[in-house]
């Protein structure tokens, strides 16, 4: 079955950075398109950014510049560096594909 692991979240400073991993199996990972969702306290889970399987990539206005989501095919993993992180960009990030989610990783970013 399918199954996304989430690497570990953490606690950073704002202005930070920070690598969230997703390992995926259980799939044809190599033609599947992945995304990176958030899910902020109190707020609608969101979609942070995604990259398709021909390596195309999209992200939300909030994030465009500061992060970057990538693939490896040959580790079935996605990536997603997250720079200048600020407060607003602490959640709960999901590895998401086809229906299917992670369990989430906890980021929190600190004044």
């Known amino acids: 079955q399918v199954q996304l692991v989430e690497s570990e979240g953490g606690l950073v400073q704002a202005g930070g950075s920070l690598k969230l991993s997703c390992a995926a199996s259980g799939f044809s990972f190599k033609f599947a398109d992945m995304s990176w969702y958030r899910q902020a306290p109190g707020q609608q889970r969101e979609l942070v950014a995604r990259i398709t399987a021909l390596n195309n990539t999209k992200y939300s206005d909030s994030v465009r510049g500061r992060f970057t989501i990538s693939r490896d095919n040959n580790k079935k993993t996605i990536y997603l560096q997250m720079r200048s992180l600020k407060p607003e960009d602490t959640a709960v990030y999901y590895c998401?594909?086809?229906?299917?989610w992670g369990r989430g990783t906890q980021v929190t970013v600190s004044t």
């Open positions: 998401y594909t086809n229906a299917n």
